[in-house]
């Protein structure tokens, strides 16, 4: 059964790295989504979200482990925003920051108990920041 209290990770800064979303990406991307790329070289807006996992430093179980929870015991993912500043581009490599908003443990009617994970991924190049994505998670935690 989980502890009582989650770990304290709330502002944990994640490694971060960076991310070049390349033409040949951008355009099998959009042939499996059904898009068109777009031929003015703006990338498709769902890579906010490939290039920011990729690019945040660390794999999705090394996120996990640091809030105690192995990727073996099924995480889902129940919510993803982003505020674009402008559209991603193809060809531009973006820096790719990130923190763990809040890890908090609460009583779950389907699951015995849960950690409700937040983590905030943001996307930047030479003119400033393009996209800021935050990501929810639900952490299974079981017991009564």
Known sequence: MASAAPPDVAGRVLPGGTYRITPEE????????????????????????IASQC????????LLALCEFDVADG???????????????VG???????????LLRKPSRT??????????????????????????WILPRGGA
């Open 26 to 49: 951008n355009r099998d991307f959009c042939v499996s989504v059904g898009a068109e790329p777009d031929p003015t070289g703006l990338a498709h807006p769902l890579f906010f979200y």
């Open 55 to 62: 690019g945040m430093g660390l794999s999705v179980a090394g």
């Open 75 to 89: 995480p889902m993912m129940t919510g993803s925003d982003a505020r674009f500043t402008r559209p991603l581009r």
């Open 92 to 102: 531009k490599e973006y820096r790719v920051d990130g923190e763990i908003v809040s």
């Open 111 to 136: 699951f015995g108990m849960a950690d409700q994970l937040r983590f905030r991924l943001t996307l930047s190049d030479s003119d400033g920041e393009a996209v800021e994505g935050t990501s929810s």
